[in-house]
């Protein structure tokens, strides 16, 4: 257990939090009252609503900016949540928030739409800011506390709070791109960085390219190993020892219930007629929403829409632009440009093509509430988001949420990471502008059927895919709790569907606790009937192999499995392998079988002090089982023996799974496993299903296009989870059906 830091002693806290999320900004906005006191207001938002719930009931408290230069305030308690504010002075919010962070990160991860500022004070005070808000989170953490840590702003605190607080459990989530290595590599202080990331254990990007760029980068610069989403980043506690830091992505989402249930009030419906008729109710209105950014690609939509006025494919009389362009980082001289820009290219595209009745396009500089967005969804006919790079974008999703009549036409920007979700939107390239034109007429004149279809499918997607999924997705993967709730996940059937495609297939399987139930007595345990009937429809193809890759010996494996014919086996973790040749023997040296014979007298000792433990013994190692003891009493055993052993035996490998301690004289693990039967097979995908910790092992051997999926509760490196060996069959004929249809399509096209 982590002593506390003696930051934490000087300031006497008084309470400790189980849950910290930090950010920049804090959910709530300072005010001051009619009589110069103090009030705060919460902040609407994404983030906020999916961390309400979790917070309060975890006894959580949010650390954060308070939105004021040079004041100080108090923690307090606002709405169910505790309040720890970091203060700015006015210097570093121009340094380290203007500065640093958005006119050297955001244009350098947003692929250099503008040139980044590159100053060495900026840096200074981005690391002092940050230390800041570390030490802050540090001071408030309980032992053993979960922080999550969000966004570009704050990128060197994972590895400060890692540095004072090992004992806590670290999550960071970017909200913005990573940038490819070409252009991340421009940065003076690439490698702090990324150093500072790593510091994390799990680490959440929006995309899965944008992980991507960030193992990419962790490579060049460090040359760290990287298996898929999984980085061995060197453990500086332990000699010699490295921590696995999950890299991936988590595309975030909205309060999808939340905006349908505005979009359904008969008075946000009124609204909205209104909003139609101030505008001369014109045929078809086209909604832009945005940050006044240069990343949105504002200038590009207005260009697109003043041609098609121009050219006459569309008319001023019959569509109508409304902009609602938000004020962004106004002291920035970038923006102040970018608003001068865009004000002179609405007034005049105004001048060229409104009539005394039309108005071409309605620019409004200013944000709205909640309501009047939601109004404005349901009055536009298109939606246009056309930005230029883009982490997310969830106007894109509030709209489609909100669109409860199945009406209205999406147009999206490839360049978003909602692209990689809303597929039925209409793409586009915004830097094309004709392509651009073509699709906002497509668009205008997309028949009403086929509008419903595509946003029937996109509102599905939003659903199923909500910001409290996000959220406990993400913390999931970080702490290994949650619940999990029957059946097979859609991401993990779309998943299935996708690497049901791939030309030869390797299907790798745990068994005890993932085909077969777990049971008191290992020589009981069998698959349940329906996974085996799964797993001979998926190893009767050709273009498909299935592996069983257990811990148990393969004499104890062959026998409760029964696995059909052309099964490849994988038994002892690794060290036994049965492929197509036949049996594989192990020749251990005398050296070893000397190791062996002394863990065998080392372990029954032990074993025989504990009623219900037992040892099993493999060709290559043994096994000490304390299922059938209480929690206490088998970490008490294991405990034992892992010190006599240690003590006594050299060259010995352990690893602990569930109720069970093992040892081995020849070093080998599930990866290594895997990796060999990937080889021999010619895989070109591979799926691995296994419930314990030394899955683990082989969820790190899975490549990127690969899919891991984990059983159970604990914590994982696995992308997705079922929650029993019953799951588990239902993943293996949702598969096998995916396979059929595969081969169905193949042969169709052929």
């Not at 996940?489 to 790798?508: F, H, S």
């Amino acid at each position: 257990m982590h002593a506390p830091g003696p930051e934490r002693d000087e300031l006497h806290v008084e309470h400790a939090y189980d849950m910290i999320v930090v950010s920049n900004r804090l959910p709530v906005d300072y005010q001051a009252g009619p009589n110069g006191e103090t009030e705060w207001r919460s902040s609407p938002g994404g983030l906020v609503t999916a961390l309400e719930p979790v917070m309060r009931a975890a006894d959580g408290a949010w650390v954060g900016w308070a939105g004021v230069a040079d004041r100080e305030f108090e923690p307090f308690e606002h709405d169910g949540i505790s309040i720890i504010p970091v203060p700015l002075t006015e210097s570093e919010l121009q340094e380290y928030y203007e500065g640093f962070s958005n006119d050297t990160l955001w244009p350098l991860y947003h692929d250099v739409i503008a040139p980044p500022s590159f100053h060495r004070e900026w840096w200074d005070a981005y690391v002092r800011v940050n230390r800041r808000f570390a030490e802050a989170a540090a001071r408030a953490a309980s032992d053993g506390a979960v922080v999550w840590v969000h966004d570009y702003q704050l990128q060197l605190v994972p590895r400060m709070l890692r540095e004072s607080r090992p004992d806590l459990v670290i999550g960071f989530f970017n909200h913005i791109p990573f940038p490819a290595y070409g252009i991340y590599s421009q940065l003076p202080w690439r490698r702090q960085v990324i150093d500072g990331l790593l510091g994390a254990d799990v680490i959440g990007f929006q995309r899965a390219a944008d992980a991507g760029n960030f193992s990419r980068a962790v490579r060049r610069l460090f040359g760290y190993t990287t298996r898929g989403t999984v980085i061995d980043v060197p453990d500086n506690r332990r000699e010699g020892e490295t921590r696995r830091v999950v890299a991936r992505h988590f595309p975030i989402s909205i309060d999808a219930a939340g905006f349908e249930e505005i979009a359904r009030r008969p008075e946000i419906q009124e609204r909205a007629r209104e909003i139609r008729a101030s505008l001369g109710d014109p045929e078809t209105i086209m909604l832009g929403v945005d940050r006044l950014d240069y990343t949105k690609g504002i200038r590009h939509r207005m260009k697109a829409f003043g041609e098609l006025l121009r050219d006459g494919r569309l008319s001023v009389q019959s569509a109508t632009l409304v902009q609602v362009a938000s004020p962004s980082r106004e002291r920035v001289e970038t923006y102040r440009q970018l608003r001068d820009e865009i004000e002179l290219m609405v007034g005049r595209l105004n001048g060229d093509h409104s009539t005394l009745g039309h108005q071409a396009i309605a620019y409004l500089h200013h944000g709205y509430p909640r309501e009047e967005m939601v109004a404005l969804y349901l009055a536009a006919d298109v939606m246009l988001v056309t930005a230029l790079r883009d982490g997310m974008n969830l106007v894109a999703k509030e709209y489609v949420a909100c669109r409860f009549d199945d009406d209205g036409v999406l147009l999206l920007s490839e360049f978003t990471g909602a692209s990689d979700e809303l597929r039925q939107a209409v793409l586009v390239n915004p830097h094309d502008i004709e392509g651009l034109k073509d699709a906002m007429v497509e668009a205008v004149r997309m028949p009403k059927r086929e509008r419903a279809r595509r946003m029937r499918a996109l509102r599905k997607r939003v659903r199923d895919n909500d910001v409290a999924n996000w959220s406990a997705t993400f913390l999931e993967t970080l702490t290994g709790a949650g619940i999990i709730q029957p059946g097979v996940p859609d991401p993990l059937r779309t998943a299935l569907g996708r690497i049901a495609e791939t030309e030869r297939l390797l299907v790798a399987l745990d068994f005890d606790g993932t085909l077969a139930p777990l049971v008191d007595r290992p020589e009981d345990a069998r698959a349940t009937e329906r996974a085996r009937s799964a797993i001979q429809r998926l190893a009767e193809a050709d273009d498909t192999r299935v592996a069983i890759v257990s811990g148990r010996a393969l004499a104890s494996l062959g026998e409760v499995a029964s696995p059909p014919d052309g099964t490849l086996l994988s038994g002892s973790h690794g060290v036994e392998l049965q492929l197509d040749a036949g049996e594989v023997t192990i020749d251990l040296r005398d050296s070893e079988f000397a190791r062996l014979q002394q863990l065998a007298d080392i372990l029954e000792e032990v074993a025989a002090g504990a009623e219900g433990a037992w040892v099993e013994r493999k060709p290559a190692g043994l096994a000490l089982h304390t299922r059938q003891l209480s929690s206490a009493a088998g970490t008490a055993l294991q405990q034992a023996a892992r010190q006599r052993v240690e003590w006594e035996v050299q060259g010995i490998t352990m690893r602990a799974g569930k109720s069970v301690l093992e040892f081995s004289v020849r070093t080998s693990d599930k990866g290594e496993s895997l990796t060999r039967l990937r080889q021999h097979v010619g895989a070109t995908a591979v799926i691995y299903v296994g419930d314990d910790v030394t899955d683990e092992d082989a969820f790190a051997a899975l490549d990127a296009e690969d899919v891991g999926v984990k059983v159970g509760q604990g914590k994982s490196i696995a992308t997705h989870r079922v929650r029993s060996p019953e799951d588990v069959a239902t993943l293996l004929e949702v598969l096998a059906d995916a396979r059929d249809s595969a081969r169905e399509a193949v042969a169709h096209w052929s």
